[in-house]
């Protein structure tokens, strides 16, 4: 009962968009050493409005030189591909803070 209780609670407090964000879209295309994922996410104003900006993050498969794909690349914001993020989350909310919003 303790542990539905908490996964009860937890999926409030993620659903609750406490990072200042919405997301909208979720995707992973291709194969092989083409793999990649998606994710667009919604920014919101300070004030807790939901903004029009949005932010899309890609990640690629991470492939050795002899072409062996294993894992994944870390996130990064395709407005800004120099920066990068270990979660989305946090690629989120770099980039949405960049723009002033959260």
Do not use: H
Not at 26 to 48: F, H, R, Y
């Amino acid at each position: 009962m303790k542990k539905i209780f908490l996964f009860i609670c937890t999926m409030v407090i993620s659903g609750t968009s406490a990072f200042g964000y919405q997301k909208l879209s979720s995707n992973e295309l291709g194969s092989g050493d083409a793999k990649n994922q998606n994710i667009v996410v919604k920014c919101t104003t300070p004030t807790g409005q939901v903004s029009n900006q949005t932010c899309s993050l890609r990640r690629y498969v991470k492939c050795t030189p002899d072409g062996k794909c294993n894992g994944w690349e870390n996130w990064r914001d395709l407005r800004n591909t120099t920066d990068t993020y270990t979660t989305w989350q946090s690629a989120a909310d770099a980039c949405c803070r960049k723009m002033g919003l959260r």
